[in-house]
């Protein structure tokens, strides 16, 4: 069957997000032991292991590992730093940083001191204190990305109301995001923002040992992890000592749809003037980061 993939139909300015893959992977996790599922959750989702395994033991009743609160914040962080470092280089036409992408995997002191410098240059909880971005002229990457999307002449771009699966929506208590957003809407630029400010305040939370809440159980049978690309749900239904029932709702599968947050998102890039229409479709496919490979296919209009 080969590997899943999210195929996009751009035909002119619309776009046509091809059927979306079911890999089915939590058939695997039916008819066997919750011991059994935990071992193999993480080897169907390794993207973001530590997530699916909190959900999964949330789900499931059992208690989370005394470090979980920091395995959760380094996997995120190590997947917006990824998007800042590489796919936004990428979508403008340039080289990543090779030396700013190695060590992710190990997020000592020293690294996340490094890793501040080259996301934000500057201490991340400096760069949380700021209130006007505009006014910050640094040398670091991905600001200096942001700040070139900023000033793109392009659409918000927003989907339905209260459908937006990303990150974005755990950043609305941030005072500039807040403000940002109340003058001029969720655009490009201030996803973009909203991933440097997370990955701040996940670098202070690292670093003091103080994390937000990112986890808890639902009702019985559900784990609810607050994940890299936005919201995870694990659903289980067990019954004499084995699953009956398992349902995984990722950021990824609730984009989807003929009429969801993706296509939403990639139609009002498609709105931008054609000698920056490619860039800025990189840049919203960034943004919404679907944890499947891409192909974007061009069809005559």
């Not at 033991?57 to 989370?64: D, E, S, T």
């Amino acid at each position: 069957m080969g590997e899943p993939r999210l195929t996009i139909h751009v035909q002119g300015d619309e776009v046509r997000i091809g059927r979306w893959p079911d890999p089915g992977r939590e058939r695997l996790l039916v008819g066997r032991t919750p011991d059994q599922a935990l071992r193999l959750v993480v080897l169907l989702h390794n993207l973001c292991p530590t997530a699916h395994r909190l959900a999964a033991l949330l789900a499931l009743g059992r208690q989370p590992w005394p470090n979980d609160e920091r395995l959760l914040a380094q996997e995120i962080l190590g997947e917006h730093a990824l998007v800042m470092l590489r796919d936004w280089p990428v979508a403008l036409g340039l080289s990543p940083d090779g030396a700013a992408l190695r060590g992710l995997a190990d997020l000592t002191p020293d690294r996340l001191r490094l890793l501040a410098k080259d996301l934000f240059g500057m201490p991340a909880d400096r760069f949380l204190l700021i209130n006007d971005l505009a006014a910050v002229t640094v040398p670091a990457v991905p600001v200096h990305l942001f700040r070139t999307v900023a000033d793109w002449p392009i659409p918000a771009g927003d989907g339905p109301a209260g459908t937006d699966p990303t990150f974005f929506p755990r950043c609305a208590d941030d005072p500039l995001i807040a403000s940002e957003q109340a003058r001029g809407g969720v655009t490009l630029a201030l996803r973009m923002l909203a991933r440097l400010r997370e990955a701040a305040r996940l670098i202070v939370e690292l670093t003091t040992g103080h994390h937000a809440p990112r986890f808890r159980a639902g009702a019985d049978g559900v784990g609810v992890v607050e994940a890299a690309r936005g919201r995870l749900i694990h659903r289980v239904r067990v019954e004499g000592g084995i699953i009956q029932a398992y349902i995984i709702e990722t950021p990824t599968g609730a984009m989807g749809g003929p009429d969801g947050f993706l296509q939403h998102l990639l139609t009002a890039a498609l709105a931008a003037p054609a000698g920056l229409r490619e860039k800025v479709l990189a840049i919203a496919l960034s943004a919404a980061d679907p944890c499947l490979p891409v192909q974007v296919e061009r069809e005559a209009a």
